[in-house]
């Protein structure tokens, strides 16, 4: 079990471009979730999914798109990438809204 | 909205010293998770409390659950240098404190 894995791992974007980070799991877990970690703050919800095809708002979700089409993937957007933006991305998952598993991270740069 | 407050922010302690951190919440929590997150690495889990009042330990690791459920602890009896890392507590939904990062000096 390769357990929840996130692609990139690190990338640099200039303020307005877009890109997608891909989340996957292989443990058959109904929720899933991206956080972003700052230093000094923790980790905080952006958004979630509490199955297949469904999404929900966390903690900080403006600038960010989320879809959950295939329950294995969790798939982050940024449209319009901003500095402010710049952040370590952390996915996670679980079987119920309980013990998190998480993925390595993606560090993002947004210059 | 909920708020999870964690205390301290940073500890550094000599090598077999006990280290303990603590978590806060404006509300009742319906439970609390314990994360540990090494240097560089993901936050990988380390126990869950349900209950008023609830102690688990884990070799030289002891949580509590605090009686109203709006506080909890982790505390670290001996501290090894493996036990380096920032250690975060999670509320019921999913609302993380800011973490404790602990170092500890050989």
């Given at each position: 079990?390769?357990?929840?894995?996130?692609?990139?791992?690190?990338?640099?974007?200039?303020?307005?471009?877009?890109?997608?980070?891909?989340?996957?799991?292989?443990?058959?877990?109904?929720?899933?979730?991206?956080?972003?970690?700052?230093?000094g703050?923790g980790?905080?919800?952006?958004?979630?999914?509490?199955?297949?095809?469904?999404?929900?708002?966390?903690?900080?979700?403006?600038?960010?798109?989320?879809?959950?089409?295939?329950?294995?993937?969790?798939?982050?957007?940024?449209?319009?990438?901003?500095?402010?933006?710049?952040?370590?991305?952390?996915?996670?998952?679980?079987?119920?809204?309980?013990?998190?598993?998480?993925?390595?991270?993606?560090?993002?740069?947004?210059? | 909205?909920?708020q999870v407050m964690q205390i301290p922010q940073y500890q550094?302690?000599?090598?077999?010293?006990?280290f303990t951190t603590y978590c806060n919440s404006?509300?009742?929590?319906?439970?609390?998770?314990?994360?540990?997150?090494?240097?560089?690495?993901?936050?990988?889990?380390?126990?869950?409390?349900?209950?008023?009042?609830?102690?688990?330990?884990?070799?030289?690791?002891?949580?509590?659950?605090?009686?109203?459920?709006?506080n909890s602890s982790l505390?670290?009896?001996?501290?090894?240098?493996?036990?380096?890392?920032t250690y975060f507590c999670?509320?019921?939904?999913?609302?993380?404190g800011a973490g404790t990062r602990l170092?500890?000096?050989?």
């Amino acid at each position: 079990n390769a357990g929840v894995t996130q692609t990139p791992k690190f990338r640099v974007l200039k303020t307005g471009q877009s890109m997608t980070l891909l989340c996957a799991q292989d443990m058959n877990h109904e929720y899933m979730y991206w956080y972003r970690q700052d230093p000094g703050m923790g980790l905080r919800l952006i958004h979630y999914s509490v199955g297949e095809g469904t999404t929900a708002k966390g903690e900080v979700p403006d600038g960010y798109n989320v879809s959950r089409l295939k329950k294995q993937n969790f798939l982050l957007g940024l449209e319009s990438a901003a500095p402010s933006q710049t952040s370590v991305y952390f996915c996670a998952s679980s079987r119920a809204p309980e013990t998190q598993y998480f993925g390595p991270g993606t560090r993002l740069l947004v210059l | 909205g909920q708020q999870v407050m964690q205390i301290p922010q940073y500890q550094h302690v000599q090598e077999g010293e006990d280290f303990t951190t603590y978590c806060n919440s404006s509300t009742t929590l319906s439970n609390i998770q314990w994360y540990k997150q090494r240097p560089g690495g993901h936050p990988v889990f380390l126990i869950q409390l349900v209950k008023s009042g609830e102690v688990k330990k884990q070799k030289r690791l002891t949580f509590q659950f605090g009686e109203a459920k709006k506080n909890s602890s982790l505390h670290i009896t001996a501290t090894q240098t493996t036990d380096v890392g920032t250690y975060f507590c999670a509320g019921g939904d999913m609302r993380f404190g800011a973490g404790t990062r602990l170092t500890v000096k050989p």
